[in-house]
C-alpha cells in the first residue's frame, strides 16, 4: 500500500472525566468547569493540521473548548500537541479513506491542507481532488459549518486599493495563476455547497504568521542582511499580515455564529509596507547594508514585492463582528518577534 494509502490513527481522546483522578475540591470544581465550557463546543476537524496555521488553531481550539480532530499525511503535531480532546488522523486528504476516517468524528471542518503548487497536475489529481473529497463526505455525515482558507492570490492583481471581496477575480494576472485558478474555483465549490444548504465560509488573506513566519522572499532578506548586503525595496508595496491569533478567533467566531450560506470574508490584522518589513529584518540581523527603497515603476526585483495588497476587513468586522486583538503598533512587535525566530 502506498504512503498516501496509510492511515495511522492516533487518539488521545483518554477517559473523560478522569483527569484529576485524586486532586482537591477546588480542582475538580475547575475540571467540572472546564468540562461545562467543552459541552459548550464542537468538535472540529482542522486538515493541514500539521502545517504552521494548523498547528497554531488546533490548541487555540482545544482551549475555546472544542474538540479537535487534525488530519495531515505528515505526523509531529499530535506529538506537539499532546492533549485529552485532540485526534489525529494520518492520511492525505486524496486519500478517500483517510477523509472518511477524519470526517466521520466531525461537526465542523476547517480546511487549511493545500500544496503552495503552481503545476496544474498537482493542483487537481491532490488538491482539488482532496477538495471534493471533503465536501462529498461534509454533506454526507451533516457536518454543520465548512470554513475554507483560501487566499489573496484569487483576486489576482490589486487594481483598486483596498482590496474588498468585491474585487475582480483576475486570476490570470496572479503570481502563480495555476494556483489562483484551483483556489478560486475551490472557493465556488465551497459556495455551491452553501446553496446546497452546508453553511460554509471562505476566508481570504494574505500573509499570515504566528510565534514565526516562513516565505522565499522573507529568508532571502533575512540572508541578505545578515550578509550586510543593501535591501532593496519598492516604495508604497506591502501587504496586510494576518496574525495566527486573529485568525483563530475569526474561525471561532463562525463557528459560534448561527449556521449561515456561503460567505467570503477578508481577514488582516495590519498592512505593512515592504520598508517596515526591510528594517525589522535589518534590526534583528544587525546588518549594515542599509536599506534602499525605489518608486515602484523603477522595481525590478521579484513581481511578489511589487503590488500594495491592502486588504479591506470592513466585512468581517460588521458581519461577523470580528477585530483584531491587537492593534497595528503591537501586530509590528508581533510580527518583529516572529521575524527573529
Same mark, same amino acid.
Given at each position: ?51 504552521? $496555521? ?7 481550539? *482545544? =482551549?475555546?473548548?472544542?474538540? %479537535?480532530? @487534525?488530519?495531515? #499525511? +505528515? ?87 483596498? $482590496? ?7 486570476? *490570470? =494576472?496572479?503570481?502563480?495563476? %495555476?494556483? @489562483?485558478?484551483? #483556489? +478560486? ?104 547594508? @542599509? ?51
Amino acid at each position: 500500500m502506498s504512503n498516501l494509502g496509510r492511515i495511522e490513527y492516533f487518539s488521545t481522546l483518554g477517559n473523560r472525566g478522569d483527569w484529576y483522578p485524586s486532586c482537591p475540591p477546588r480542582c475538580r470544581a475547575a475540571a467540572r468547569t472546564a468540562r461545562i465550557e467543552r459541552e459548550a463546543g464542537m468538535r472540529i476537524l482542522v486538515t493541514g493540521a500539521n502545517g504552521s $496555521v494548523g498547528r497554531g488553531l488546533i490548541p487555540a481550539l *482545544l =482551549a475555546h473548548g472544542h474538540d %479537535a480532530i @487534525g488530519l495531515d #499525511k +505528515e505526523s509531529g503535531v499530535e506529538r506537539a500537541i499532546a492533549h485529552p480532546r485532540f485526534t489525529f488522523v494520518r492520511g492525505a486528504v486524496e486519500d478517500p479513506a483517510a477523509v472518511e476516517q477524519a470526517v466521520a468524528g466531525a461537526e465542523a471542518i476547517v480546511h487549511l491542507a493545500w500544496s503552495f503548487s503552481d503545476d496544474p497536475r498537482v493542483l487537481v489529481e491532490q488538491d482539488l481532488r482532496g477538495h471534493t473529497l471533503l465536501l462529498d463526505a461534509a454533506a454526507r455525515h451533516k457536518i454543520s459549518h465548512f470554513v475554507y482558507a483560501s487566499t489573496a492570490v484569487v483576486y489576482g492583481k490589486p487594481s483598486r486599493i483596498p $482590496v474588498d471581496e468585491d474585487h475582480p477575480l483576475d486570476v *490570470l =494576472a496572479a503570481r502563480k495563476p %495555476a494556483y @489562483g485558478i484551483a #483556489k +478560486e474555483f475551490a472557493e465556488k465549490l465551497v459556495l455551491l455547497a452553501g446553496q446546497a444548504g452546508m453553511s460554509s465560509t471562505v476566508l481570504r488573506f494574505w500573509w499570515a504568521f504566528g510565534g514565526e513566519i516562513g516565505g522565499r522572499h522573507l529568508r532571502e532578506m533575512l540572508w541578505m542582511a545578515a550578509d550586510n548586503k543593501v535591501l532593496t525595496v519598492p516604495a508604497d508595496c506591502g501587504g496586510s499580515f494576518l496574525a495566527q491569533e486573529d485568525f483563530n478567533l475569526a474561525v471561532d467566531t463562525i463557528l459560534r455564529r448561527p449556521a449561515t450560506p456561503g460567505r467570503v470574508f477578508n481577514l488582516a490584522s495590519a498592512y505593512l509596507g515592504w520598508d517596515e518589513v526591510a528594517r525589522m529584518v535589518v534590526e534583528v540581523t544587525a546588518g549594515t547594508g @542599509g536599506i534602499e527603497s525605489v518608486p515602484r515603476t523603477a522595481w525590478r526585483g521579484a513581481a511578489f514585492l511589487a503590488d500594495r495588497w491592502e486588504m479591506d476587513d470592513r466585512r468581517s468586522r460588521s458581519a461577523l463582528g470580528f477585530s483584531p486583538r491587537r492593534d497595528a503598533a503591537q501586530v509590528r512587535i508581533a510580527l518583529r518577534q516572529a521575524v527573529a525566530a
